[in-house]
């Protein structure tokens, strides 16, 4: 397995006949924590679909690790999905869907083994959710659920994690836990891709951001690319940059996207 | 005459042996799958299977084939047509639902109004006629349940993964629309056991409502369908005795026993955060 944990090469989606994401060409260098901002509307979820191959494509590859998108390529890719993909009726435990993670690499007619239940236990471990294991997940916290997800993603043995808004409707202290949480399996060697509204976090935490608005506007370094014109471009009439006592907040539409 | 023998009497006759192990087995079936239906919301598309296969059943019937396969083959071509007419994305799976079912079961009705005489036999079908079940309807039964949970057993984490959160299972390998129309499979043969036993009308009530009351009871997907089965089976024992003794309608008996078992769970557990939310809707959790 060689190549960027990401090589994504001339991806472009449309929605009824309208370009949703257009020409997106990029890599991601294995172990890097990338952060995705942009409008909404602006093509971040498409992309990230776009990337697992769950939304067709009009054009454009995916390689990761260097490798095209197949059944066992897409094991290294764990993903963490919005709140509202999931079917929170179902009664399962944190440790069911932990566990959901070996499933994948499961053959048929086969049971989990001891080894497939360690591993569950391990990620809830790494994620710090071993006391809520028993849990049914639909009753723990928003940001305890995302934890949750990324325990299936690290039992899976994923060596990318997407993340689609994961502190979307979480609250300050335990989004701040999920990015350090984030950073620490950076550390472990995990490359990281997450969408999110939190410009903050990003010009914080993350060694790449990614400014997107249907096309790639800006990737680098936060500082490089968080500039006041890139965001102006990205989006475009809609944010408002505010520059109070030295730190850059980002107001949308009047909502506040959190200031440094 | 004591309880015992209250009990034991209706067993000496062939058709009330039947009538019992038919029933019950239909009950433990439609449980284990209404658990999926009542979580992913199927009970309307599971409802229109139903209705959809008595269009096979009056078409077996005239022209002299097995109904359990007419009705099958019904049920199955209903759900790949609702599934090929909502992919296209023109037309809401809602009204793909509503047109299709209503369109075969009328080309039943159809059929059936050019056959005089045998229509008695063909309304059992529809209301259900658990008494008048043959030796052969109940292998039939046997051989479609022992198939259905067989797949069941296979797929049962692949359904559940799927179910719970199709989006991640999809991403991670998993052939999460194979597994769809697998579960419409499994439902429209669940449906086809049941129709005998309850009635085309009545089936639906038996795949979601011991399932709903075993939602409310339990808090692991495993133990609900466990739960589910065991209240059909006795819904269904209660029912067919009480069909034998006030001398009604034994499908009907089946589900009203179900019906008010969900009412007193209901009743008894109250608890608001145990609403089942529209899936895809407002999953905000607590």
């Not at chain 1, 997450?194 to 990737?219: C, I, P, W, Y």
């Not at chain 2, 579960?183 to 085309?200: E, F, H, P």
């Not at chain 2, 692991?220 to 089976?233: K, P, T």
Request: hydrophobic content about 50%; aromatic content about 8%; proline content about 3%.
């Amino acid at each position: 397995m060689t190549g960027p944990a990401l090589q994504i090469d001339d991806l472009s989606v449309a929605y009824n006949s309208r370009w949703a994401l257009e020409g997106a060409t990029f890599s991601v260098p294995r172990g890097a924590m990338l952060g995705v901002v942009g409008p909404n509307g602006g093509g971040k979820s498409t992309m990230v679909k776009a990337l697992l191959g769950l939304v067709p494509a009009q054009r454009g590859t995916v390689r990761v690790l260097g490798q095209r998108l197949d059944r066992r390529v897409r094991r290294l890719v764990g993903y963490v999905p919005q709140q509202d993909e999931v079917n929170w009726n179902f009664p399962v435990s944190a440790f069911d869907v932990v566990l959901m993670g070996r499933l994948p690499a499961l053959k048929l007619f086969r049971r989990y083994s001891a080894r497939d239940r360690e591993m569950a236990r391990k990620a809830l471990e790494t994620v710090g959710m071993s006391h809520v294991s028993d849990a049914r997940i639909r009753e723990l916290s928003g940001g305890q659920q995302q934890r949750v997800f990324l325990a299936r993603a690290l039992a899976q043995e994923a060596e990318v994690l997407l993340l689609d808004e994961p502190v979307s409707g979480v609250d300050a202290p335990s989004q701040r836990e999920i990015f350090e949480l984030l950073r620490r399996l950076q550390d472990a060697g995990k490359t990281i891709v997450v969408t999110t509204h939190d410009l903050s976090s990003v010009a914080e935490r993350f060694d790449l951001a990614m400014l997107l608005n249907r096309k790639v506007v800006g990737l680098g370094r936060p500082d490089d690319v968080l500039t006041e014109e890139l965001l102006n471009e990205t989006y475009e009439s809609r944010l408002m940059i505010l520059n109070i006592e030295g730190r850059t907040v980002a107001v949308e539409h009047g909502r506040h996207l959190g200031g440094g | 005459m004591d309880f015992l023998e209250q009990v034991l009497e209706p067993l000496q006759f062939g058709f009330m042996q039947r009538g019992l192990a038919a029933s019950v087995l239909v009950a433990v079936i439609c449980g284990i799958l209404g658990g999926f239906v009542v979580l992913k919301g199927l009970a309307f598309i599971g409802d229109a299977l139903a209705h959809a296969s008595f269009g096979g059943v009056a078409l077996a019937f005239v022209l002299g084939f097995n109904i359990y396969l007419g009705a099958f083959v019904f049920a199955l071509a209903t759900a790949l047509g609702i599934g090929a007419i909502t992919r296209r994305g023109r037309v809401s799976s809602d009204t793909a639902i509503g047109v299709l079912f209503s369109g075969t079961f009328a080309f039943g009705i159809l059929i059936i109004s050019r056959v005089d005489g045998y229509t008695t036999d063909l309304f059992g079908y529809l209301f259900g006629d658990v008494l008048s079940i043959t030796a052969s309807d109940l292998w039939t039964i046997l051989i479609l349940g022992v198939v259905v949970l067989l797949l069941v057993a296979v797929f049962y984490r692949q359904l559940i993964f799927v179910g719970f959160d199709p989006t991640v299972a999809a991403a991670a390998g998993l052939r999460a629309g194979a597994l769809n129309y697998l579960l419409l499979a499994l439902l429209g043969a669940t449906i086809v056991t049941a129709i005998q036993a309850v009635g085309i009308v009545l089936v639906v009530a038996l795949l979601v409502t011991p399932a709903a009351t075993a939602y409310l009871i339990t808090r692991r997907f495993h133990h609900m369908i466990a739960a589910s089965s065991g209240i059909g089976a006795v819904c269904a024992v209660l029912g067919i005795y009480l069909s034998y003794y006030l001398n009604v309608a034994s499908g009907a008996a089946i589900i009203l026993v179900a019906t008010t078992l969900f009412l007193i769970t209901l009743a008894l557990t109250g608890l608001p955060d145990k609403a089942i939310e529209p899936e895809g809707g407002e999953g905000e959790p607590v």
